[in-house]
């Protein structure tokens, strides 16, 4: 029997970010994001698929879809998970910093990147601040609303937009243009 994995991802990414699941499970618990106001906190049972130590990534899937994670090394040895555990993420949705265009047959994915500082006020605590960037198809922008709509890894999602640049930078993008989405995310990963 394989061990349970507890892994808690509080990712800061806005309303609604392209993020982790089409019905998640949203805690009480909320976090304030400069510019957004108060989010809540989504929790998501992922089950790992996939385990590339060397390269410290693992394939998580839910309802059939699958994604790539990049574990940095700051959460552990990754030794202890195996195919098949049970992982947890919790993510708090923050708020969309940069946008850029990918070409034509790009899939969905995830990559993380070491970040100093985000848009967040009042994290629990031990949660660590990166960069997220996922690549995904662009459906819309709503400009009066500020609401980007787009088809990621984990299926149809929106985020929230309130940088006027991103906002520019969206209204140059057709529904079906591959997209990627840049992020500063808050996070925090058990490995037990």
């Not at 089950?47 to 130590?53: E, K, S, T, Y």
């Not at 006027?164 to 969206?170: G, I, Q, R, T, Y």
Request: glycine share 8%; net charge positive.
């Amino acid at each position: 029997m394989s061990k349970r994995i507890s892994w808690i991802f509080a990712l800061s990414i806005a309303a609604g970010l392209a993020g982790c699941a089409t019905q998640p499970i949203v805690t009480s618990q909320t976090v304030v994001i400069a510019g957004v106001g108060p989010v809540e906190i989504e929790r998501l049972n992922v089950r790992v698929v996939d385990i590339d130590r060397a390269n410290r990534t693992v394939v998580v899937e839910q309802r059939g879809r699958r994604w790539l994670v990049e574990v940095p090394p700051l959460f552990g040895d990754l030794q202890t998970v195996q195919v098949g555990d049970n992982v947890e993420i919790r993510r708090v949705e923050g708020v969309l910093v940069d946008v850029g265009r990918k070409r034509r047959g790009s899939r969905p994915g995830i990559a993380y990147t070491q970040a100093t500082s985000g848009p967040f006020q009042n994290l629990p605590d031990k949660y660590v601040l990166h960069g997220v960037t996922i690549t995904a198809r662009f459906e819309r922008f709503d400009a009066d609303n500020g609401v980007v709509s787009y088809v990621g890894p984990f299926g149809p999602r929106s985020i929230t937009v309130v940088d006027p640049a991103v906002k520019a930078e969206l209204q140059t993008f057709r529904r079906g243009d591959m997209v990627d989405l840049s992020f500063v995310e808050a996070f925090h990963i058990i490995l037990s």
